[in-house]
């Protein structure tokens, strides 16, 4: 019995299209939509979202890369004080884990001031684009 390989996906430009996680940034990313007749404000519109939700994929890949690096450092160097264990005790990893949280404030305040501002600046171009879709849809 042969299997018959599935045939790719074709992209449907009404959605926009969302994956599966992102293995080191947990981020989903979005394939968002392109339309035929796509003007100059929605292009830059989505070339906005775009870069937005590159930023944060790039800041949480490279966060959450230092947290795993981290935490193995930690788990390793707990397992050499304490050797012939074989699991790093809950109250030790709430203590990393607050600690690491504390170390990184600054980045996730900067992170989070960035990316208000940054979504807040698009409010005024998603506006225009809507307006854009909805006289495009009166016409039809």
């Known amino acids: 019995m042969t299997s018959n390989p599935v045939p790719p996906v074709r992209l449907d430009s009404r959605y926009d299209w969302v994956g599966p996680p992102d293995k080191q940034s947990k981020i989903r990313p979005i394939k968002l939509r392109r339309v035929h007749n796509e003007t100059a404000t929605e292009k830059n519109y989505r070339l906005a979202r ?34 012939r264990i074989e699991h790093v005790s809950a109250n030790d990893m709430s203590e990393f884990y607050r600690g690491f949280l504390n170390e990184q404030y600054a980045s996730l305040a900067a992170y989070n001031r960035q990316w208000y501002k940054r979504n807040f600046s698009l409010i005024w171009p998603a506006l225009k684009v809507n307006l854009i879709r909805f006289g495009r849809l009166l016409r039809r």
Not at 65 to 80: H, Q
Request: charged letters at 40%; proline letters at 0%; hydrophobic letters at 30%.
């Open 50 to 83: 775009e870069e937005l939700n590159d930023w944060n994929s790039r800041f949480w890949t490279e966060h959450n890369s230092l947290f795993e690096r981290r935490r193995a450092e930690f788990v390793a160097d707990k397992k050499k004080q304490l050797s």
